[in-house]
């Protein structure tokens, strides 16, 4: 059996490994102008929405060998018994405790969180009028019981792997368990449909319909949501639609 030891792993290649991968938009993107074109992503069954709430990605990675790791998206901040952590965007001072008290899983689990409010950004007013205050919300999990194969992989390797769909996240029903076993609230799911409309026009009407505001402010702030993520319950599709990119491919036309 093969032994994980923090101190001896490829950094760069459990970072790679562990990245949130891109998710594409609803619409596909013109790359001519960055507006969206009326070709929307093909989903073959239900589809499960959800708040996508703006923030700052973060990721809470549980290694086989009882310790952990605090990323953002693109880097690696801090692992557990470290005296220093990097503060960027206070990631690490929010979710340290969070991940002090989950358990290891024996395997290698990455918990991917939103973390919101605060200063995180210019849309943090948008959930709180305390610039102390942050939120956080669970909206993937990944589940790699084959890391020590996948951590041999060369660094091209990996990242073709990540953003082709390579990597084994957890289906809207073990999402539903994980979450509360972690005590850790998912990000809002609004509702699940067996079709979504086609058109440009069509996608930011339901927007506006099914989402006039935040569903996770953080005191009396009723603030305006950056969009809706819609996925299969086996999250093998995946995409988003944010206010923003409809807006401005409607106001060009």
Same mark, same amino acid.
């Given at each position: 059996m093969t032994r994980f030891d923090l %101190?001896?792993?490829? #950094?760069?290649?459990?970072?790679?490994?562990?990245? =949130?991968?891109?998710?594409?938009? =609803?619409?596909?993107?013109?790359?001519?102008? *960055? *507006?969206?074109?009326?070709? !929307?992503?093909?989903f073959p069954g239900d589809v499960i929405a959800t708040e996508k709430v @703006?923030?700052?990605?973060?990721?809470?990675?549980?290694?086989? @060998?009882?310790? =952990?790791?605090? *990323?953002? %998206? /693109?880097?690696? #901040?801090?692992?557990?018994?470290?005296?220093?952590a990097n503060p960027a965007l206070g990631i690490v001072e929010q979710l340290r405790p969070v991940a002090d008290r989950l358990a290891a899983p024996g395997s290698l689990r990455v918990y991917y969180l939103e973390l919101y409010g605060g200063k995180v950004g210019g849309a943090a007013k948008q959930y709180t009028t305390d610039a102390t %205050?942050?939120? $956080? %919300?669970?909206?993937?999990?990944? #589940? #790699?019981?084959? $890391?020590?194969?996948?951590?041999? $992989?060369? +660094? !091209?390797?990996?990242?073709? $792997?990540?953003?082709?769909? *390579? +990597?084994?996240?957890?289906?809207? /029903?073990?999402?539903?368990?994980?979450? !509360?076993a972690a005590g850790l609230s998912l990000t809002p799911r609004l509702f699940r449909t067996g079709s979504l409309p086609e058109s440009i026009a069509g996608m930011q009407a339901l927007l506006t319909e099914r989402l006039p505001e935040t569903l996770v402010a953080l005191d009396g702030a009723r603030g305006r949501a950056e969009g809706i993520v819609f996925r299969s319950p086996d999250r093998k599709v995946i995409a988003k639609a944010r206010f923003q990119d409809y807006a401005r491919t409607l106001r060009r036309r």
């Open positions: %101190r001896a792993a490829d #950094l760069r290649a459990l970072n790679s490994l562990t990245k =949130y991968p891109s998710i594409p938009t =609803y619409h596909e993107l013109d790359p001519r102008n *960055g *507006g969206l074109l009326e070709s !929307p992503t093909a @703006d923030g700052t990605n973060s990721r809470i990675v549980l290694l086989p @060998d009882g310790s =952990y790791v605090i *990323g953002s %998206r /693109e880097e690696l #901040l801090h692992a557990r018994g470290d005296l220093i %205050r942050f939120g $956080w %919300r669970l909206f993937d999990v990944m #589940l #790699l019981d084959d $890391w020590a194969t996948a951590l041999t $992989w060369p +660094q !091209p390797a990996i990242s073709a $792997w990540r953003e082709s769909g *390579g +990597q084994p996240f957890a289906t809207e /029903e073990e999402l539903a368990e994980l979450a !509360p």
